[in-house]
Every structure is written in structure tokens, then in C-alpha cells.
């Protein structure tokens, strides 16, 4: 079937968006004009124009998107939901958009994060908010690392205590938890599993991005009754528990500049 629409403007109004095109008009069986998908009609009303009516010819919301259609009768909202995940890909009134409606676990507001989740190493947007991986904020992590520690004397007894200051710096894209600094003496400067651990630690608190700690001589160490009359360096570890989940752990030690004679 054929419709004309034609328009009289008894009003002497113009609402600026008269189409000359075909408005894909279809009559129904209940005798009204009801335009369908795809049709230039949709959405190209005039919200203010003059006595607007509130309702449709069928009883249903005049303004279902952003502007009212062109004629009597207001094209319902579709909104496709392939994946079945309760999101649609039309957005609107539809609500948020679905970035990827082929597949059930991409949807606005779907957990990815915190750092480590595979949802942060997978190259897909799960949550729809345009950052995928490690630029979504929800994926990027903490990086504590030492800046500096102070020399230790240059000889000290075994079983002796000296004390020390140093200074963690959060280098990562979001705030840290708490974590504890340990210091350990070591024959070459990077840390390893015979490297022996001073008694003595600090505690470190809640640093935001780029921020930092520093203990002001405030720890006092112990050497180990039993450490052998050898050369060492000093080592502060940060996050020496691993309370915090970081980018990298293995950047978290650093070596003083001189070293400290160990003697009976």
C-alpha cells in the first residue's frame, strides 16, 4: 500500500524540518499512520512547537528520543540486546550503550580491574568506557620503589644496631595501601634469598601517585648475632610483606652508596 501524507500548517506554523522524502508511512489495522524503521521522520520534530501534544495517536509518549517525530505517531524506541546481557546497542532510551553486543561479558559498568585481573591483559573495553587494558584506571596499579637510603657506618660489631633513614616513592598510577620498608645487609647491591634481613622495619602509609615517605633516622637495626665478618651493603626494600599489589616487584630494593665492615 501507498500513503501521501499531506501536511496543512493551519497554525501558520513552520517547524523548519519538513522532509521531502518518503516517511516509510505504513496503515494499520487500527487506521492509523504509523511510520516504521529506518524512516527521515523520526526524530526530526520540533519539541516547542505549538500545542504538541503529550501523547501519540496511540496513547504512547510524544518525545520517546531526544526530539519528537514528524507526524501523528511516535516511533517506539528498538532496542537489540543480541548477547543477552541487559544492555542494548541503540543506546537512547535504551540506556547505556552496549560497545559490543556479540558478546554476554562487554557491557557499561562490567568489573575490569583491579590490576592482574585477566580482564586488564584481554585488549577489550569489558566496561565500555573507551580505555582498554592498562588505561582504563581500574587496571593500572601501584610501583613503590626506594629513592634513597643513608649510608651505614662504616664498620659495625655483629648483634650491634645502627640507625637509618629512607625514602619510598609511589611511582604508579593510583594510591597505595599501607606496606612495610625492611632493610637487609647484602654482599652486592640487589637482593637475594642469602641476603640476611636486619631486625627493624618502617611502616609506610597510603601514597598517592608520585608521592612519598621518608623516615628520618627513625629505624633503629639490628645486625644478626651470627653475620660473618664480611663487606656489606645496606638494602631498604619497600613493601618487603607484599601487602600491595604492584606493577612491578622486583624494583623494590635500593642499595646505599658505601658499605659497612661487619667485625666480631
Do not use: W
Amino acid at each position: 500500500m501507498s500513503e501521501d501524507l499531506v501536511v496543512t500548517d493551519t497554525d501558520n506554523y513552520s517547524q523548519g524540518n519538513n522532509i521531502q522524502a518518503d516517511c516509510l508511512i505504513v496503515l494499520t489495522s487500527s487506521n492509523h499512520l504509523h511510520l516504521q524503521a529506518g524512516s527521515p521522520c523520526i526524530d526530526k520534530g520540533v519539541n516547542t512547537a505549538p500545542s504538541l501534544p503529550v501523547t501519540d495517536c496511540d496513547g504512547e509518549a510524544r518525545i520517546i528520543n531526544s526530539a519528537a517525530d514528524i507526524g501523528a505517531d511516535e516511533y517506539p524506541e528498538q532496542c537489540t540486546d543480541n548477547d543477552g546481557d541487559g544492555y542494548a546497542a541503540e543506546g537512547g532510551t535504551c540506556g547505556p550503550v552496549d560497545c559490543d553486543d556479540s558478546n554476554p561479558n562487554v557491557f557499561p559498568g562490567a568489573v575490569e580491574g583491579p590490576f592482574g585481573d585477566p580482564a586488564c591483559s584481554d585488549l577489550i573495553d569489558n566496561d565500555c568506557d573507551g580505555a582498554i587494558d592498562s588505561a582504563d584506571s581500574n587496571c593500572q596499579a601501584v610501583d613503590l620503589i626506594e629513592i634513597s637510603v643513608t649510608n651505614p657506618p662504616t664498620t659495625a660489631a655483629a648483634g650491634s644496631s645502627f640507625k637509618l633513614s629512607d625514602t619510598v616513592k609511589n611511582q604508579g598510577n593510583i594510591a597505595s595501601g599501607v606496606s612495610t620498608t625492611r632493610y637487609y645487609l647484602s654482599t652486592n647491591k640487589y637482593i637475594s634469598a642469602k641476603d640476611r634481613r636486619l631486625t627493624g622495619s618502617r611502616a609506610v602509609p597510603v601514597l598517592n601517585p608520585g608521592e612519598t615517605s621518608r623516615g628520618i633516622r627513625s629505624v633503629t637495626v639490628t645486625i644478626p648475632a651470627n653475620m660473618p665478618q664480611e663487606t656489606y651493603y645496606l638494602l631498604a626494600c619497600a613493601d618487603d610483606t607484599n601487602a600491595v599489589i604492584e606493577s612491578n616487584e622486583r624494583n623494590n630494593c635500593k642499595a646505599s652508596g658505601t658499605t659497612v665492615q661487619v667485625t666480631p
